[in-house]
């Protein structure tokens, strides 16, 4: 038996296998993968390892190959089977992490309950669970759809020995073919893993048993969640509609238009930048290069971030509390004046990919009830209001920039 301790991963995906696993194998994890994708598992369980390749534009510029990390000593196990199960029950085992997509916990909930009473029925120790999903408060959601499918007595003991710790994610992961395996992936070399401190559970409150280098605690996540949701995704979002408009293929070709940067510049120093600074006292210079830092990321070539791939979804980037309507709702509330914003918002509905699902049904919704009154029903601004206005606005000029 291994003397390692072991996380499990949900997920193995190109963030499961670019960001997470990374940094628990070189903190001493052995990391078991778990996935439905059984070719994917049996590929993982007869390489057993694979590699990171750090993409850096730099590097390529100078005709240098990638830095590579070489992940060793993994495992997959199907999730359908009571194998799974067995995993959670190991003795060894500390950690359980996510990356599924927010929706596909409803599924990952039960067998997590299944787990924890096996756990306990076996005398096992206390392990934490983060989702590491794109969405705030994520974790929260997971467990309380856990505890829904637990039995009082493995509640009770599942409140004293599992915690359930809330996170923000970022590194960019992007699809990746220049490989000797179908299980390495490309990365860019920046990532930030901030994670719920006082949620976790151990020998130490709010600690690991086993510290992860790479991931840092804090007691004020909700900042580090918005900061991040408003700031990089918002950015990210609008120079993917913005570029799509004008038939660019990717993130960095498209934030080297002029136009387009300086409504990114425009929406995230003056609009959500300022209401993120004025909601959680964020020092201004550090934020302002913050932004900067994260537009650095956007301009890396060597990336090759597709539109297609950031812009999907649509409809789920324009929740009102998510990257584009959030932050133009926090302008609102701050005294901050909406109008790179609304122009990204207007972007958005005119995300037109009629292999994307929540495109064509946004772009339908549209021309049957007329953009005004969808605006309002999406968004939840007023009609006439001055950000309703300016997305209305934008959208008519948006036009213009559409590829012929």
């Known amino acids: 038996m291994s003397v390692k301790p072991r996380a499990i991963h949900f997920g193995a995906g190109n963030i499961g296998r670019g960001f ?4 628990l194998s070189r903190s001493g994890y052995h990391v078991v993968f778990t996935d439905v994708d059984k070719g994917l598992i049996d590929t993982i369980n007869e390489e057993k390892e694979y590699g990171v390749h750090i993409l850096d534009t730099n590097a390529a510029a100078d005709g ?5 990390q070489k992940i060793i000593h993994v495992k997959g196990v199907l999730s359908t089977t009571d194998d799974l199960i067995r995993e959670i029950e190991h003795p060894k085992l500390k950690l359980i992490t996510t990356a599924v997509g927010l929706p596909v916990l409803d599924k990952v909930a039960p067998t997590l309950a299944k787990g924890i009473r096996a756990r306990r029925l076996s005398g096992g120790g206390t392990i934490n669970i983060i989702a590491c999903e794109n969405a705030i408060g994520a974790t929260a959601q997971l467990a309380e759809k856990v505890r829904a499918h637990l039995a009082d007595e493995d509640a ?4 004293q020995h599992v915690g359930f710790a809330n996170c923000s994610v970022d590194r960019i992961v992007p699809p990746f073919d220049d490989a000797d395996s179908v299980l390495d992936v490309g990365v860019e ?20 048993d086993v510290p992860i280098d790479g991931m840092t605690l804090t007691d004020h996540l909700s900042a580090y969640n918005e900061r991040k949701l408003f700031t990089l995704n918002a950015g990210h979002a609008i120079t993917a509609y913005l570029g799509h408009l004008k038939g660019l293929a990717t993130v960095d070709a ?3 238009d002029a136009d387009i940067a300086a409504v990114v510049r425009g929406a ?4 959500a930048g300022a209401a993120l600074c004025r909601k959680h006292k964020f020092d201004e210079r550090e934020h302002a290069a913050y932004i900067e ?5 956007f301009q890396n070539a060597a990336v090759k971030d597709d539109v297609v791939r950031v812009g999907r979804q649509p409809l789920r980037k324009l929740g009102r509390g998510d990257r584009l309507v959030g932050p133009a709702r926090m302008c609102t509330e701050y005294g901050v004046a909406v109008r790179h914003l609304a122009t990204g918002i207007a972007a958005a509905l005119w995300y037109d990919n009629t292999e994307d699902e929540q495109s064509v049904e946004m772009r ?7 953009l005004e009154k969808y605006v309002v029903e999406l968004t939840g601004f007023e009609e006439g209001s001055d950000v309703h206005q300016h997305i209305l606005k934008s959208y008519k000029e948006l036009e213009g920039w559409k590829k012929v």
């Open 156 to 159: 009770a003991w599942a409140a």
């Open 254 to 256: 498209s934030i080297e």
């Open 268 to 271: 995230l120093h003056g609009e």
């Open 64 to 68: 240098e190959e990638a830095e590579v």
């Open 293 to 297: 830092k994260i537009i650095v990321r």
């Open 20 to 23: 997470i696993a990374p940094l």
């Open 189 to 208: 070399e920046f990532f930030e893993w901030i994670v719920e401190g006082p949620s976790l559970k151990g020998a130490k409150a709010g600690r690991l």
């Open 364 to 370: 339908r919704a549209v021309a049957e009830k007329g």
